[in-house]
């Protein structure tokens, strides 16, 4: 949707490394406003013909966690971003998912920015927070992710900070305080872009 030669719909991307609170964010955020969201740990089981709290212990990179599974992954993400923009009903998408590479993300521009306004929300934390979230994720029967502390430092060491986006494009989230606190920040910084009109 464009308003006098702009256009007024947007995507969210809450991004960063394992445990960093993105999906809880993304899910509560998205919630809180009844927008349509997607998760790269649910859509890559879904895929795989899983359960999405169906844990599926693999080395870095292998099987479902492979560069081609992956692919398929990320581009599920964008398809779905894609068909939810279609719906005139649909102001805003939230999308949630590692995008360490640079190229990642630049993909995903490539894809939506001439159709919505594309924010990128770096979720982040101590490196004791992000323990203590895996050891609990670790006992939780219903968890989604199969993120462990060997995939964290991985992620840590490939991780590649988003230089290449703009100042209108990337926000930047730390996700210790209280669930209700975070998304009063989130509205603030996202209506401050919004007011703003974006990148120009």
């Known amino acids: ?24 964010i993304a899910r509560a955020w998205a919630e809180k406003h009844g ?3 997607c998760n790269t740990d649910v859509v890559r089981k879904h895929l795989a013909g899983m ?3 169906e844990p599926r212990a693999q080395g870095i990179a292998e099987g479902i966690y492979s560069p081609a599974f992956t692919r398929l992954t990320y581009d599920a993400l964008l398809s779905f971003a894609e068909k939810a923009l279609d719906d005139v009903a649909v102001p805003c998408v939230v999308l949630d998912g590692s995008y360490q590479a640079r190229a990642e993300r630049e993909r995903l521009l490539m894809r939506l920015e001439r159709r919505a306004r594309v924010v990128f929300v770096m979720c982040s934390c101590r490196e004791e927070i992000i323990k203590t979230r895996l050891a609990k ?6 968890a989604v992710s199969d993120g462990n502390w ?6 840590k060491e490939v ?3 988003p ?13 210790e305080k209280a669930v209700s606190l975070l998304l009063q920040r989130l509205d603030n910084i996202l209506q401050d872009e919004e007011e703003s009109g974006g990148c120009r």
């Open 159 to 161: 991780f590649e900070y």
């Open 163 to 175: 230089e290449e986006l703009l100042i209108c494009q990337f926000r930047r989230l730390d996700t």
């Open 35 to 37: 927008f349509p969201s």
């Open 51 to 53: 359960e999405s709290c």
């Open 137 to 142: 994720r670790a006992q939780d029967p219903a």
């Open 1 to 24: 949707m464009k308003h006098e030669g702009r256009v007024t719909k947007r995507v969210v991307v809450f991004f960063g490394l394992v445990a960093s609170g993105k999906s809880f």
């Open 150 to 155: 060997k995939i964290y430092l991985h992620q």
